[in-house]
């Protein structure tokens, strides 16, 4: 079962890999509950799951007014083949769904950024739903991911007025507008803080929240780059005493260009998964913070996640709520994420 905060809700799975949660369904739940002439806006890496495809074709045809954007790399070949008119290659699948959307007549558009277009969000109304879930078939079912629901119209303002930049052309680093400051919502009594990469420096807000730690942090994420600087606000944080734990990709700790070896060099505690046994990828971008914070979406710990990428991500919670209620809701999220990370390290978890 998700984790229920009135109108946030999250999830972590898949269930293939031993998850509490299905993350097909909330994907395809959310298309299907969008109504006739309602619009349905959908910011996604990557579409190679058939079932996903299946709900966008239904929700047209039920009169749905949808608005696509995807990344073009997984719709174009790579080179050109002896026979470009006849099907094939390594993405078929994906060119062939796009190709049985575009028919259904949805408003298709792959991004203009040269970089990677990596948003994972869509748009319904006053809701939204996001996380690090690409709609691909591993995404869903063999990859470690998580999706954020909340119910909100002025959070959903937030996502429309990116989603409408992206439709113009405004990707990566043709994106940024440094005088948009994000907003701080709150949602069922918790502070939801919505960011956009580049707009709003999303590392920076990570790093604040790490220097605002005062026991621990424990985090999950697929890709963390030394060219990140959030690596050097852990380690800082690890000289104060803090408690820290991350599990990241095998893969991906492994490059030279990883920030796994000096954390580790640092004392922070520091285990890989994934690539074995059937599991996919370690692809959460997520981390918490006391018993206070959470930190979801499609942000990997990267100089381009923050430069030239699109990408978002939302704070959940504040270390400097006084509340009661609002505490005791921002420790509900906390004790479900640090459930998974935990569950992966048992599992699935190797020493670095």
């Not at 074995?276 to 710990?301: E, P, Q, R, T």
């Not at 569950?343 to 699935?348: G, H, L, N, P, V």
Request: proline share 3%; net charge positive; charged share 25%.
């Amino acid at each position: 079962m998700p984790v229920d905060i009135g109108n946030i809700k999250i999830y972590f799975g898949p269930t293939e890999q031993g998850g509490e949660d299905n993350l097909e369904e909330p994907i395809i739940a959310f298309i299907d509950q969008a109504g006739r002439r309602q619009k349905l806006m959908i910011a996604v890496q990557e579409l190679d799951h058939r079932p996903i495809a299946e709900a966008i074709v239904r929700a047209r045809k039920r009169g749905v007014v949808i608005d696509l954007v995807v990344e073009q790399d997984y719709l174009r070949s790579k080179q050109i083949p002896d026979d470009p008119f006849s099907p094939g290659g390594q993405y078929e699948i994906n060119r062939t769904l796009f190709n049985a959307i575009l028919r259904s007549t949805v408003n298709v558009k792959s991004d203009f950024n040269t970089k990677i277009f990596h948003q994972k969000f869509m748009i319904r109304g006053n809701s939204i739903l996001t996380g690090s879930t690409n709609f691909t078939t591993t995404g869903v079912t063999k990859n470690l991911n998580h999706i954020v629901v909340v119910n909100d119209a002025k959070v959903a303002n937030c996502y429309k007025k990116e989603f409408a930049e992206i439709k113009r052309g405004k990707f990566g680093k043709y994106s940024a507008d440094r005088d948009e400051k994000p907003i701080e919502k709150m949602v069922s009594g918790v502070r939801v803080k919505p960011l956009f990469a580049p707009d709003h420096a999303p590392e920076m807000e990570i790093m604040k929240q790490i220097l605002k730690a005062k026991r621990s942090i424990d985090f999950a994420v697929f890709t963390f780059a030394q060219s990140s600087g959030i690596d050097d606000a852990l380690i800082v944080a690890k000289q104060r005493g803090i408690s820290i734990r991350g599990i990241l990709d095998s893969k991906q700790a492994n490059q030279r260009w990883a920030a796994s070896r000096g954390l580790k060099q640092a004392g922070i505690d520091i285990k890989i998964a994934g690539n074995s046994g059937g599991l996919g990828k370690v692809h959460h971008k997520m981390m918490v913070i006391d018993d206070a914070v959470s930190i979801f979406g499609s942000f990997n710990y990267t100089g381009p996640a923050n430069k030239s990428n699109d990408e978002n991500i939302l704070i959940i919670g504040d270390n400097d709520e006084t509340s009661a209620t609002a505490k005791r809701s921002q420790a509900r999220i906390v004790s479900a994420t640090r459930k998974e990370i935990d569950r992966i390290d048992e599992t699935f978890g190797r020493a670095f």
